[in-house]
């Protein structure tokens, strides 16, 4: 098990999860020998997180097939043992993610609030410029979604400029895709073809999207 872990370095989430259940298991076996090292308040504390990660990642699982509802319906389990989880990043992490499904669930306010959330965290957090750009397009997708077409316009094209910056293939193509998106809802086809003709030769678009935006 341990040796399948750390082939994942690369999703802290999991290793964090394994991480406090390891642990959960270490209590629990020296409770059956009588040789207790932590107190109830830390028991509980741990409880609470392997709930929290539970319906987290049975959420993420979820997601990753499209059933954005059912999914939907898992994070917000989660969501009512947010206030346990005492990481703001953690914190941050998690209000982009179901902000990103009631996007897909198009549930505009509510995915506004979460990724407007997000982003504050992210913003007074040093070393976290992508995950704040990234708020932005999903936040720029809901205006689009609300008809608000210019300002969409103005914050994905300063998403692409710091994504230039920071040489985001992945991420540059997204929001060259999405610019196509708002203009097909914007009805001008051709400057769309042009956006998506930029996605697909900046970044191979076939396996990041849409799922990239939960990642």
């Known amino acids: 098990m341990r040796f399948k872990i750390g082939k994942m370095e690369e999703n802290q989430d999991v290793l964090l999860y394994f991480n406090i259940l390891d642990y959960r298991f270490k209590v629990l076996m020296e409770d059956l020998v009588g040789q207790p090292t932590i107190t109830e308040s830390e028991r509980v504390k741990t409880d609470d997180m ?51 499904l009631y996007y897909f669930n198009k549930v505009t306010l509510l995915s506004h609030h979460h990724l407007q959330t997000a982003k504050d ?8 410029r992508i995950q704040t750009i990234n708020c932005n397009m999903l936040l720029a997708l809901n205006l689009i979604d609300d008809g608000r077409l210019d300002k969409a316009e103005r914050i994905l094209l300063e998403c692409v400029d710091r994504l230039i910056e920071k040489n985001d293939k992945r991420l540059i193509a997204l929001a060259y895709y999405d610019l196509g998106f708002l203009k097909i809802q914007d009805n001008q086809h051709i400057e769309a073809i042009e956006y998506f003709n930029k996605a697909i030769s900046t970044h191979d678009l076939k396996q990041s999207s849409p799922v990239s935006y939960l990642q």
């Open 121 to 128: 965290i992210y913003k007074a957090h040093d070393g976290y």
């Open 50 to 100: 392997l709930r929290f990660y539970f319906y987290l990642f049975k959420g993420m699982y979820e997601s990753a097939k499209n059933n954005y509802s059912e999914a939907l319906a898992l994070f917000r389990v989660a969501e009512r043992q947010l206030d346990k989880v005492y990481d703001e990043i953690e914190k941050a992490e998690f209000h982009y993610k179901i902000g990103t």
